[in-house]
């Protein structure tokens, strides 16, 4: 009798148990579902419930689309929270347009979830706030908007030496404590291919690696850092900081190496000596800052191939990103003003393509015949001459993301 007692026991209490485990997992699912609306006034959020979620978000959008069945299906009823990408970027002055064409095209492409942490100038925040809240149909993202900061402790010290909005993505890692590795991208930068690519490169980091750029230049005797600077430089050319991936956990936990002491210094007491010394011989800012830490600890920096931060240079002074051509150009940077006036008019049409299109599926794809016509009318001009490879790579990632069947993507 007693046995059987026992046995009734456990049973009762495995039962209760897995109910506890499914309320909890639903009280989970909730919670996620209500998003970050109870949570910091300056940030909304579009959560990425499966399903039901997204289905019930996207008639609310704005942008409506005529709901494509398979698309929901892309976040399956998982209970795991999916990986969410990092991706910051510094807005000031008349940059609102561009930063918005930006992260618009880390959103056609990309599959994680992704989490943009957006610096901007004050007046600019409504602005993003009505757009970026107006996306929030689409379930894929969820945005933090903050004011051109220093990090708390010296603010007033910082703020002395530093032109506030040139510096900022020093600080990323000072300011945003609790985000463990975090791409930044400059306002003018176009996403060709998911982020979820360039993200994937952080597990390539070997031990002592905390952070990932593109060469300034491939061909030394074009070169501005080689030719030019009065400071110590990354490799041969020095290194573009327009798209930088960080692992910011270990940015924070490196002592570096450096020209001003004889101990090693971290991230946070680095900048202020560096500046003090470097200020009058810096001509791009906060990037020579970051070439002359990575001359110093070269063990530190992963170099990813330029393909990941193509700019006009790559291609007016002929070709000089060879695994562009052979591979596609995933992120195209267009510095030094490109997508508004008419020097290098191939980058504007990808540029206005992309700000002209809206995230349905059909206005994605059509956008393609336009600006292969509007790439050929440029085919006379040094960047013109590879609109092929644009198309290619265009072609390519709208067929990976938008053509495949629902279960593939
Ligand atoms: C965005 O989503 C992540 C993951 O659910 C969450 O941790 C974060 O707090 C959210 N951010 C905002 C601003 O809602
Ligand atoms: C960043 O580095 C830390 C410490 O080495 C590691 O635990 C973490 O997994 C890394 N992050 C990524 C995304 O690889
Ligand atoms: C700054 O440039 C001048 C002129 O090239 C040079 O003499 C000086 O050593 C440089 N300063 C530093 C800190 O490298
Ligand atoms: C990591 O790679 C960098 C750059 O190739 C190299 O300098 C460094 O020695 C490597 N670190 C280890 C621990 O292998
Ligand atoms: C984008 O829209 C503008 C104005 O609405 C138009 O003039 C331009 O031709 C369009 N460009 C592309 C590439 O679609």
Request: charged share 25%; proline share 5%; glycine share 8%.
């Amino acid at each position: 009798m007693r046995r059987y007692l026992r046995v009734v026991v456990l049973c009762l209490a495995c039962g209760f148990c897995s109910l506890l485990y499914a309320f909890s997992q639903l009280a989970v699912s909730l919670e996620e579902g209500a998003g970050g609306g109870g949570g910091k006034p300056q940030a909304a959020a579009a959560s990425w419930l499966a399903g039901g979620g997204r289905g019930a978000g996207r008639g609310a959008g704005s942008a409506g689309p005529a709901a494509h069945p398979g698309r929901s299906d892309r976040y399956s009823l998982k209970m795991q929270p999916v990986e969410r990408v990092h991706l910051a970027v510094v807005a000031c002055g008349e940059r609102l347009e561009e930063t918005l064409t930006m992260l618009k095209s880390a959103l056609i492409f990309s599959i994680k979830p992704l989490q943009f942490h957006i610096f901007a100038e004050d007046q600019l925040h409504d602005s993003f706030k009505g757009i970026l809240n107006s996306w929030s149909f689409l379930q894929t993202f969820n945005y933090s908007l903050y004011p051109i900061t220093f990090p708390s402790e010296n603010a007033a010290e910082w703020k002395k030496l530093f032109k506030p909005c040139a510096s900022q993505r020093l600080f990323l890692p000072l300011i945003l404590k609790e985000v463990d590795s975090l791409l930044y991208v400059d306002t003018d930068i176009l996403f060709l291919r998911p982020v979820d690519d360039i993200w994937s490169l952080l597990k390539k980091f070997n031990s002592t690696q905390i952070a990932a750029m593109a060469p300034e230049h491939e061909e030394p005797r074009i070169g501005w850092y080689n030719r030019f600077a009065r400071h110590p430089y990354y490799g041969k050319t020095g290194v573009n900081s327009g798209v930088m991936l960080m692992n910011m956990t270990r940015i924070r936990r490196k002592y570096f190496k450096n020209d001003m002491t004889s101990v090693r210094l971290r991230w946070g007491d680095i900048l202020m000596p560096l500046l003090k010394k470097y200020k009058l011989n810096i001509t791009w800012g906060d990037q020579d800052l970051l070439n002359i830490i990575f001359f110093h600890n070269p063990e530190s920096l992963f170099v990813f191939p330029c393909q990941w931060n193509y700019r006009p240079d790559h291609c007016i002074y002929g070709s000089n990103c060879q695994e562009a051509e052979e591979e596609g150009i995933f992120i195209l940077h267009g510095n030094r003003g490109v997508y508004h006036d008419d020097k290098q008019p191939a980058f504007r049409a990808i540029y206005e393509a992309l700000r002209n299109c809206s995230f349905e599926d059909d206005s994605i794809h059509s956008l393609l015949k336009p600006l292969e016509l509007e790439l050929q009318k440029t085919v006379h001009t040094y960047c013109g001459k590879i609109y092929k490879i644009f198309i290619k790579q265009l072609t390519k990632s709208i067929q990976d993301r938008y053509d495949r069947p629902p279960k593939e993507r």
